[in-house]
């Protein structure tokens, strides 16, 4: 398996991204192999209806479809299973990465600051919301000190 190492973390490396990529057009090819045989098996069980022998004729297409098919889903049974190892490696390779970059001091640093700038907004807000509060129970007060100003007598 190739692996490249930065920094000491392991990343994945563009072959492993090239082979996935190859084992997926292997398996559009199988897939169209399968649907293909699965097309003739269809027309022959179709035919067989015109025949006398209907039994004896859809057992043979069987038969006939089974030998075509077999073969497909061996190579796609390995397939799938070099395709999960790949996956799970590149899957591997990525949360190590990750858990390399939350681990590094500059994320902590970053996470630190932005914990900072949030309690300071909940402080601001909590103290804007207070403001607040203290101006709606003064307002009566304030409206009568303005009523009283504003009289001529």
Same mark, same amino acid.
């Given at each position: 398996?190739?692996?490249?190492?930065?920094?000491?973390?392991?990343?994945?490396?563009?072959?492993?991204? =090239?082979?996935?990529?190859?084992?997926?057009?292997?398996?559009?090819?199988?897939?169209?192999?399968?649907?293909?045989?699965?097309?003739?098996?269809?027309?022959?069980?179709?035919?067989?209806?015109?025949?006398?022998?209907?039994?004896?004729?859809?057992?043979?297409?069987? =038969?006939?479809?089974?030998?075509?098919?077999?073969?497909?889903?061996?190579?796609?049974?390995?397939?799938?299973?070099?395709?999960?190892?790949?996956?799970?490696?590149?899957?591997?390779?990525?949360?190590?990465?990750?858990?390399?970059?939350?681990?590094?001091?500059?994320?902590?640093?970053?996470?630190?600051?932005?914990?900072?700038?949030?309690?300071?907004?909940?402080?601001?807000?909590?103290?804007?919301?207070?403001?607040?509060?203290?101006?709606?129970?003064?307002?009566?007060?304030?409206?009568?000190?303005?009523?009283?100003?504003?009289?001529?007598?």
């Amino acid at each position: 398996m190739l692996i490249s190492s930065v920094s000491g973390v392991a990343l994945a490396t563009p072959a492993e991204e =090239a082979e996935l990529d190859r084992l997926n057009k292997i398996e559009q090819e199988l897939e169209l192999q399968r649907e293909w045989a699965k097309y003739r098996w269809g027309k022959a069980t179709s035919e067989c209806y015109q025949n006398y022998w209907v039994d004896y004729c859809v057992r043979s297409a069987r =038969a006939t479809y089974r030998k075509e098919i077999d073969p497909i889903q061996e190579q796609e049974v390995a397939l799938h299973e070099v395709q999960r190892n790949l996956r799970k490696s590149i899957k591997d390779q990525e949360d190590i990465k990750r858990a390399a970059e939350r681990a590094s001091e500059q994320k902590a640093a970053e996470r630190s600051a932005n914990q900072r700038d949030y309690e300071e907004k909940q402080k601001d807000a909590a103290a804007r919301a207070a403001d607040l509060e203290q101006r709606r129970k003064d307002a009566p007060k304030r409206a009568q000190e303005n009523k009283a100003g504003t009289q001529l007598d």
